[in-house]
T-cell receptor, first 113, second 114 residues
Framework: DGGITQSPKYLFRKEGQNVTLSCEQN?????MYWYRQDPGQGLRLIYY???????QKGDIAEGYSVSREKKESFPLTVTSAQKNPTAFYLC????????????FGEGSRLTVL | AQSVTQLGSHVSVSEGALVLLRCNYS??????LFWYVQYPNKGLQLLLK??????LVKGINGFEAEFKKSETSFHLTKPSAHMSDAAEYFC????????????FGQGTRLTINP
């Protein structure tokens, strides 16, 4: 079945450690996105990529980094520079030339101890 | 720039009652509009979308929404609530031109009382 796979689903890390969240899609979509979700704040865009080897900062990119070496993959690294990394992270994709409808993965919950 | 305001962070209705979740948008150009649903610890699932065709849009699970340009609104309704409708609902907007990215509202948590 086509879809978006995020891993791990739950992740615990100590303060000061970098962590990388995986996002893989087999929908053949050109665009991929990372959102952060906190209670009562909706979804906030971290980074997005509309084509391989290119990506743009979203509204809250500080303390995060991404890469887009393959069409299918868009990993997110939460660095030690991110002040409050504990959150639910959602990856999404959309086909190019469409209306921008997003298809979401199941999310990764990161807890920093 | 686009923005979305969802009125009411929590809405509670009785099973069988009308569900009304409010969404107002701001956009300098005609928008695409979306409603998504999220169950606990899950990703978001598309309920319905407005793409400048019919102003009354029907979605999955018996939900529908009406685009009202004069009120800049896109409220979500369902005639009769079911226990399985308990979830969080997000309204989102995207401009017809420009970067292909959605801006989300803060979400409304819907509780269904038996």
């Amino acid at each position: 079945d086509g879809g978006i796979t995020q891993s791990p689903k739950y992740l615990f890390r100590k303060e000061g450690q970098n962590v990388t969240l995986s996002c893989e899609q087999n929908l053949n979509h050109d665009a991929m996105y990372w959102y952060r979700q906190d209670p009562g704040q909706g979804l906030r865009l971290i980074y997005y990529s509309q084509i391989v080897n290119d990506f743009q900062k979203g509204d809250i990119a500080e303390g995060y980094s991404v890469s887009r070496e393959k069409k299918e993959s868009f990993p997110l690294t939460v660095t030690s520079a991110q002040k409050n990394p504990t959150a639910f992270y959602l990856c999404a994709s959309s086909p190019s030339g469409g209306i921008g409808e997003l298809f979401f993965g199941e999310g990764s919950r990161l807890t920093v101890l | 720039a686009q923005s979305v305001t969802q009125l009411g962070s929590h809405v509670s209705v009785s099973e069988g009652a009308l569900v009304l979740l409010r969404c107002n948008y701001s956009s300098s150009v005609p928008p695409y509009l979306f409603w998504y649903v999220q169950y606990p610890n899950k990703g978001l699932q598309l309920l319905l979308k407005y793409t400048s065709a019919a102003t009354l849009v029907k979605g999955i699970n018996g939900f529908e929404a009406e685009f009202k340009k004069s009120e800049t609104s896109f409220h979500l309704t369902k005639p009769s609530a079911h226990m399985s409708d308990a979830a969080e609902y997000f309204c989102a907007v995207r401009a017809l031109q420009g970067a292909q990215k959605l801006v989300f509202g803060q979400g409304t948590r819907l509780t269904i009382n038996p």
